[in-house]
T-cell receptor, first 115, second 113 residues
Framework: DAGVIQSPRHEVTEMGQEVTLRCKPI?????LFWYRQTMMRGLELLIY????????DSGMPEDRFSAKMPNASFSTLKIQPSEPRDSAVYFC?????????????FGDGTRLSIL | GENVGLHLPTLSVQEGDNSIINCAYS??????FIWYKQESGKGPQFIID?????DKRQGQRVTVLLNKTVKHLSLQIAATQPGDSAVYFC????????????FGSGTQLTVLP
């Protein structure tokens, strides 16, 4: 079965540029999560959706970050403008159902480097 | 806030030996725990989960033990193999959140030949 698919796998860009990360959740999963992972802070939840609706975006660092889920099979995380401190690995995860008693399944992430 | 922490940041074991990775949690109300494995360059991979009404759950070569009295969780890997080398995270539901998980800082497991 196809897992969570993220693109691109790597992104290197200059500060000030717009960055768009993409995610395709597992088919049939109705919850989707965006995380950021750094050595200093570990895994941080940025935002999550249930049935394409954003539920909690309190983890989004600032207004430069935005996320959308236009349909059940696609989500984007956008950073505009990007800054060097945004450099991290960004993961998307999905799960079946909204109860926390369902494991989240992660993609292999996008490694983002802002120069 | 409350968080999940790990006793040991690194663990080295000989191939074929059993591995035990520990995790302490602070939220006594947590009713669900998950172990993830993260290999270099990959996302966290679900290994096994356990609900708080259980003390033990077994999977393929892995066993998770839950001691609610001392708020301790462990992951046991039998006959550790080189492919088990990875960072292992425990996770629990974040307090007051219906869906958010709080992840521990992780333990790096290295399997020696």
């Amino acid at each position: 079965d196809a897992g969570v698919i993220q693109s691109p796998r790597h992104e290197v860009t200059e500060m000030g540029q717009e960055v768009t990360l993409r995610c395709k959740p597992i088919s049939g999963h109705n919850s989707l999560f965006w995380y950021r992972q750094t050595m200093m802070r570990g895994l941080e939840l940025l935002i999550y959706f249930n049935n394409n609706v954003p539920i909690d975006d309190s983890g989004m660092p600032e207004d430069r970050f935005s996320a959308k889920m236009p349909n059940a099979s696609f989500s984007t995380l956008k950073i505009q403008p990007s800054e060097p401190r945004d450099s991290a690995v960004y993961f998307c995860a999905s799960s079946l159902g909204f109860s926390h008693n369902q494991p989240q399944h992660f993609g292999d992430g996008t490694r983002l480097s802002i120069l | 806030g409350e968080n999940v922490g790990l006793h040991l940041p690194t663990l080295s074991v000989q191939e074929g030996d059993n591995s035990i990775i520990n995790c302490a949690y602070s939220n006594s109300a947590s009713d669900y725990f998950i172990w993830y494995k993260q290999e270099s360059g990959k996302g966290p991979q679900f290994i096994i989960d356990i609900r708080s009404n259980m003390d033990k759950r077994q999977g393929q070569r892995v066993t998770v033990l839950l001691n609610k009295t001392v708020k301790h969780l462990s992951l046991q890997i039998a006959a550790t193999q080189p492919g088990d080398s990875a960072v292992y995270f425990c996770a629990e539901p974040s307090p007051g959140s219906a869906r958010q998980l709080t992840f521990g800082s992780g333990t790096q497991l290295t399997v020696l030949p």
